[in-house]
């Protein structure tokens, strides 16, 4: 059981760039998220989706979207990167009736 | 909008002894979930405890425990016979009980626990 798939583990982008980071899960979750972490600063949600086809902002969406292309996977897309883009991205998902959201293992993200 | 505050960023424990995470939140909820994620150079977020605030009884998992004091809105961490492999960082989160939408965690900024010899 593969659980949360991250895609890549490892980028690094000049500014300006784009990309998108891909996550799909196989635990046929409704709720899919976005977190970005930065070091003294935790996680920070960027967005969510609570079922396919909708989608959410969260605490810091700027300069970032994302599309939930089915059940299975929710991807974030970096437009035009940024310095300020630089962290650690975790994908995590949660079934609706359940407690625990299971995470991806994040792709570090250089900006440069 | 609910706040989670982790005020020590660095702890350290002799191996075996025991350690203290500390946790305080705010919230205007009456019912909602708090863990306790462990993240360990690997990145990988793993979760160590939750506790659902409608439970007096504190949540105990093996050598990890929880000190949950819902009026002063705290939610500390016990590790007892601390090993080296507990070094990490721990991270303490919040969750509503919504189950119409999708309720999303809110972190605490972490505190990174180092295991000494």
């Known amino acids: 059981n593969a659980g949360v798939t991250q895609t890549p583990k490892f980028q690094v982008l000049k500014t300006g760039q784009s990309m998108t980071l891909q996550c799909a899960q196989d635990m046929n979750h409704n709720s899919m998220y976005w977190y970005r972490q930065d070091p003294g600063m935790g996680l920070r949600l960027i967005y969510y989706s609570a079922s396919e086809g909708t989608t959410d902002k969260g605490e810091v969406p700027n300069g970032y979207n994302v599309s939930r292309l089915n059940k299975r996977e929710f991807s974030l897309r970096l437009e035009s990167a940024a310095p300020s883009q630089t962290s650690v991205y975790f994908c995590a998902s949660r079934d609706n009736a359940g407690t625990e959201a299971f995470f991806g293992q994040g792709t570090r993200l250089t900006v440069v | 909008a609910q706040t989670v505050t982790q005020s020590q960023p660095e702890m350290s424990v002799q191996e075996a002894e025991t350690v203290t995470l500390s946790c305080t939140y705010d919230?205007?909820?009456?019912?909602?979930?708090l863990f306790w994620y462990k993240q360990p150079p690997s990145r990988q977020m793993i979760l160590v405890i939750r506790q659902e605030a409608y439970k007096q009884q504190n949540a105990t998992e093996n050598r990890f425990s929880v000190n949950f004091q819902k009026a002063a809105k705290s939610f500390s961490l016990k590790i007892s016979d601390s090993q080296l492999g507990d070094a990490a960082m721990y991270f303490c989160a919040y969750r509503s009980i919504n189950t119409g939408t999708a309720s999303k965690l809110t972190f605490g900024t972490g505190t990174r626990l180092q295991v000494t010899l």
């Open positions: 919230t205007s909820e009456s019912d909602y979930y």
